[in-house]
């Protein structure tokens, strides 16, 4: 099982520069999630997805899309990359939005902005 | 909105037991979950207490007191694979999960 897959793994970006963050889950969930960690802030959320058509920002939404191409993929992107937008992005998803429900994590993006 | 106090750093020596609390004040409460972090790596699904109590899973358990906003972590027979950050994350509502700062565990021989 992949679970979720997050591509690239590693990007260096200049600021200014735009690009897409891809996520990829195959366990049929409904639910999908955009996490940014930062040393010392845990786990903010993004945006999320509750199900596929429907997206909703999160705590940090600002200078982010995301688009929810299909119930399987959940796309992150930075429009106009900025220094303070360098962190550790994670996708995640779960069945749904459920406090129960388990959220299962990508392996993240390490995204650096200079 | 939605807080939660977790300490930032806890050490303890491998074969002990130790506890990692959790207070949280947020306007609905529907559970409180665990997510175990390795360095490096993506947080890892732990538990979850809807209802007041003890939930045990092998050396992990954790508890949940909704009358005190309150929960713990506990680890024991610790390992040195233990060793990561330890996130708790409660929903406050019909909305996602909310993260803690996390705790970051090292077990010392």
């Known amino acids: 099982n992949a679970g979720v897959t997050q591509t690239p793994k590693f990007q260096v970006l200049k600021t200014g520069q735009s690009m897409t963050l891809q996520c990829a889950q195959d366990?049929?969930?409904?639910?999908m999630y955009w996490y940014r960690q930062d040393p010392g802030m845990g786990l903010r959320l993004i945006y999320y997805?509750?199900?596929?058509?429907?997206?909703d920002k999160g705590e940090v939404p600002n200078g982010y899309n995301v688009s929810r191409l299909n119930k399987r993929e959940f796309s992150l992107r930075l429009e106009s990359a900025a220094p303070s937008q360098t962190s550790v992005y994670f996708c995640?998803?779960?069945?749904?939005?459920?406090?129960?429900?388990?959220?299962?994590f990508g392996d993240g993006t390490r995204l650096s902005i200079l | 909105g939605q807080s939660l106090e977790q300490p930032s750093e806890v050490t303890a020596v491998e074969g002990a037991i130790v506890q990692i609390n959790c207070t949280y004040q947020?306007?609905?409460?529907?559970?409180l979950s665990w997510y175990q972090q390795h360095d490096g790596g993506a947080p890892t699904f732990l538990s979850y207490?809807?209802?007041?109590g003890l939930e045990e899973t092998g050396r992990f358990s954790s508890f949940l007191s909704r009358s005190d906003s309150y929960g713990y972590l506990l680890l024991q027979e610790l390992q040195m694979k233990d060793s990561a950050s330890y996130f708790c994350?409660?929903?406050?509502?019909?909305?996602?999960?909310?993260f803690g700062k996390g705790t970051r565990l090292s077990v010392i021989a």
């Open positions: 994350a409660v929903r406050p509502g019909n909305t996602p999960l909310v």
């Open positions: 997805s509750a199900s596929e058509g429907t997206t």
């Open positions: 995640a998803s779960s069945e749904d939005g459920g406090g129960g429900q388990p959220q299962h």
């Open positions: 947020t306007s609905g409460f529907y559970g």
């Open positions: 366990m049929n969930h409904n639910s």
């Open positions: 207490n809807a209802l007041d």
